[in-house]
């Protein structure tokens, strides 16, 4: 076990630069994701161009065996 209470700090170490980085560390802005609008369009855009092609291959068999 260790004996914190006689720790002395060395001469050449700078104890305020570790709460300097800690600081910045939590200060700094927390990063959003990378969801760009034009990707959420895109994929919108790709679901209708399916559920529409569906619909028109469904109609078209329907068509032929009727």
Do not use: C, H, W
């Not at 006689?6 to 050449?12: G, L, M």
């Not at 679901?47 to 092609?53: L, N, R």
């Amino acid at each position: 076990m260790s004996n914190y209470q006689n720790y002395q700090q060395p001469a050449n170490e700078d104890s305020s630069a570790s709460t300097q980085m800690f600081r910045a560390f939590v200060d700094e802005p927390v990063a959003q994701p990378a969801t760009a609008p034009s990707e959420t369009r895109r994929t919108g855009v790709i679901t209708a161009a399916v559920i529409i092609g569906l619909v028109v291959v469904i109609g078209v068999v329907y068509l032929a065996f009727k």
